[in-house]
């Protein structure tokens, strides 16, 4: 007799193993704003439950399931592993029961951090990171059946062209985070916008604001700039229907026999890809708005923060000390698909997590040392640097540079197209 849930009909046992989606008990716009009430109080009761049913845990992995970005879990201003050891407290359960599933490459390091600080003598849950969106962009990971429930095939680059680009980069941008409309900002201020295939969204009510505070209203009046949307067609309906083959809850509509790759020409027409990925690492949030003007405030020691502009000193709440955060997204698995290089405005080390993962990053071509940087917008500003310098190079060092890339192309193409599950990462990435 196997455990199933009374209170929760879609959480029982299989293996030994009893899976829980922590988006079952929250929100993912409640995620986003780190405000999570009633977490503990819907989330209890399962736990219970599994603690009532099994007189001994010994064999049972108690398996969380957090997906959609992996954005650490903030609850009443506590981390989200302060609830689990309390629980595990609670009901005698050994914290080992835990195995903690996310695409959060950095969730060891947090885990260490948070855990030496405040459960130093409990045992560790265990820490999984799931490359989970890499089925998204590897043919041989998920099938998806078509309206006529045929199996389709993912369209990618036929072959890898090493000639003259009429594009330095592309760089695409979608939700309107802090970071990117920085990058944005950057772009245009250091005349480069137009040597690149660069999409931006609009913006809300409130304006456009980079790390500086609210952007120019001369860079602002660009917004939405180059959108890769067709004429009349709703952004939305496009991400989900045409452009991204991620979207498979919509290939069973279509009849197509191989999803469309609706970014073929901006690849063939672009040196490099600057991937914007959805966190440059340090949490974004309402507290960072510096008091005296209203700049952005980066985290500097503990819970201490400083503005970027005017250097004043701000108080951040106490979980911003573990708040690390890496994911990586389709924006990047696209890329490895379809032999692109890439820049990474993302969170410090991915690189390195690439090149963990077994892929070949691009440290023999150009400078790969704003990987190691902590400060996001000094790590925007040496891969503006980077770009600068491809844009200077003559049509023979373009030709050059794109044949040097041809072999880690290839590497990183062969990989992912290799792929049958997802990778992943059980050990602290090295940051040094």
Same mark, same amino acid.
């Given at each position: 007799?196997?455990?199933?849930?009374?209170?929760?009909?879609?959480?029982?046992?299989?293996?030994?193993? !009893?899976?829980?989606?922590?988006?079952?008990?929250?929100?993912?716009?409640?995620?986003?704003?780190?405000?999570?009430?009633?977490?503990? /109080?819907?989330?209890?009761?399962?736990?219970?439950?599994?603690?009532?049913?099994?007189?001994?845990?010994?064999?049972?992995?108690? $398996?969380?399931?957090?997906?959609?970005?992996?954005?650490?879990?903030?609850?009443?201003? /506590?981390?989200?592993?302060?609830?689990?050891?309390?629980?595990? *407290?609670? @009901?005698?359960?050994?914290?080992?029961?835990?195995?903690?599933?996310?695409? #959060?490459?950095?969730?060891?390091?947090? @885990?260490?951090?948070? /855990?030496?600080?405040?459960?130093?003598?409990?045992?560790?849950?265990?820490?999984?990171?799931?490359?989970?969106? *890499?089925?998204?962009?590897?043919?041989?990971?998920?099938?998806?059946?078509?309206?006529?429930?045929?199996?389709?095939?993912?369209?990618?680059?036929?072959? @890898?062209?090493?000639?003259?680009?009429?594009?330095?980069? #592309?760089?695409?941008?979608?939700?309107?985070?802090?970071?990117?409309?920085?990058?944005?900002?950057?772009?245009?201020?250091?005349?480069?916008?137009?040597? &690149?295939?660069?999409?931006?969204? +609009?913006?809300?009510?409130?304006?456009?604001?980079?790390?500086?505070?609210?952007?120019?209203? +001369?860079?602002?009046?660009? %917004?939405?700039?180059? %959108?890769?949307?067709?004429?009349?067609?709703?952004?939305?309906?496009?991400?989900?229907?045409?452009?991204?083959? *991620?979207?498979?809850? +919509?290939?069973?509509?279509?009849?197509?026999?191989?999803?469309? #790759?609706?970014?073929?020409?901006?690849?063939?027409?672009?040196?490099?890809?600057?991937?914007?990925?959805?966190?440059?690492?340090?949490?974004?949030?309402?507290?960072?708005?510096? =008091?005296?003007?209203?700049?952005?405030? %980066?985290?500097?020691? =503990? #819970?201490? &923060?400083?503005?970027?502009?005017?250097?004043?000193?701000?108080?951040?709440?106490?979980?911003? $000390?573990?708040?690390?955060? &890496?994911?990586?997204?389709?924006?990047?698995?696209?890329?490895?698909?379809?032999?692109?290089?890439?820049?990474?405005?993302?969170?410090?080390?991915?690189? /390195?997590?690439?090149?963990?993962? &077994?892929?070949?990053?691009?440290?023999?071509?150009?400078? +790969?040392?704003?990987?190691?940087?902590?400060?996001?917008?000094?790590? !925007?500003?040496?891969?503006?640097?980077?770009?600068?310098? %491809?844009?200077?190079?003559?049509?023979?060092?373009?030709?050059?540079?794109?044949?040097?890339?041809?072999?880690?192309? =290839?590497?990183? @193409?062969?990989?992912?197209?290799?792929?049958?599950?997802?990778?992943?990462?059980?050990?602290?990435?090295?940051?040094?």
């Amino acid at each position: 007799m196997f455990f199933k849930s009374k209170n929760f009909p879609n959480i029982s046992e299989h293996n030994n193993i !009893i899976s829980i989606n922590l988006f079952d008990f929250c929100s993912v716009t409640q995620l986003q704003q780190n405000d999570v009430p009633n977490f503990v /109080k819907n989330f209890e009761p399962i736990i219970q439950e599994i603690t009532e049913y099994y007189d001994d845990l010994k064999y049972i992995t108690i $398996k969380l399931e957090h997906s959609f970005e992996s954005i650490p879990l903030i609850i009443e201003g /506590k981390h989200f592993f302060h609830q689990v050891h309390e629980l595990c *407290q609670k @009901y005698s359960i050994d914290p080992a029961v835990f195995e903690y599933c996310t695409g #959060n490459w950095r969730i060891h390091e947090l @885990y260490s951090s948070w /855990k030496s600080d405040n459960f130093p003598t409990e045992n560790a849950m265990r820490m999984t990171c799931v490359m989970s969106l *890499q089925r998204l962009y590897a043919p041989n990971i998920e099938q998806i059946p078509n309206k006529l429930g045929q199996q389709t095939d993912i369209g990618h680059m036929p072959h @890898y062209r090493a000639d003259l680009r009429p594009y330095v980069y #592309n760089c695409l941008n979608r939700a309107p985070h802090i970071h990117r409309l920085h990058v944005f900002e950057q772009l245009a201020k250091n005349d480069l916008l137009q040597h &690149g295939l660069v999409s931006a969204n +609009e913006v809300g009510g409130d304006g456009a604001f980079g790390f500086f505070g609210k952007i120019s209203d +001369e860079v602002a009046e660009l %917004l939405p700039y180059k %959108l890769d949307v067709p004429q009349d067609a709703s952004a939305i309906n496009y991400i989900y229907q045409d452009a991204m083959p *991620q979207a498979f809850q +919509e290939i069973e509509s279509k009849t197509y026999d191989q999803i469309p #790759n609706a970014f073929e020409n901006i690849f063939f027409d672009s040196m490099v890809s600057v991937v914007t990925e959805t966190n440059m690492g340090v949490p974004v949030h309402k507290s960072q708005s510096c =008091d005296d003007c209203g700049a952005f405030v %980066l985290p500097t020691q =503990d #819970n201490m &923060g400083e503005c970027c502009v005017c250097s004043a000193p701000k108080q951040l709440p106490d979980w911003f $000390k573990w708040h690390q955060h &890496g994911f990586i997204t389709e924006k990047t698995w696209r890329c490895m698909l379809n032999r692109h290089p890439v820049l990474w405005i993302s969170a410090p080390n991915t690189a /390195k997590t690439m090149q963990r993962l &077994g892929f070949k990053t691009f440290d023999s071509v150009w400078s +790969e040392h704003y990987d190691t940087i902590q400060n996001p917008i000094t790590r !925007i500003n040496a891969v503006i640097d980077i770009l600068k310098q %491809l844009r200077d190079m003559n049509n023979q060092q373009q030709i050059d540079l794109m044949q040097t890339l041809r072999p880690i192309l =290839d590497h990183n @193409y062969r990989l992912i197209t290799a792929l049958k599950y997802p990778q992943k990462l059980t050990k602290l990435v090295d940051n040094n």
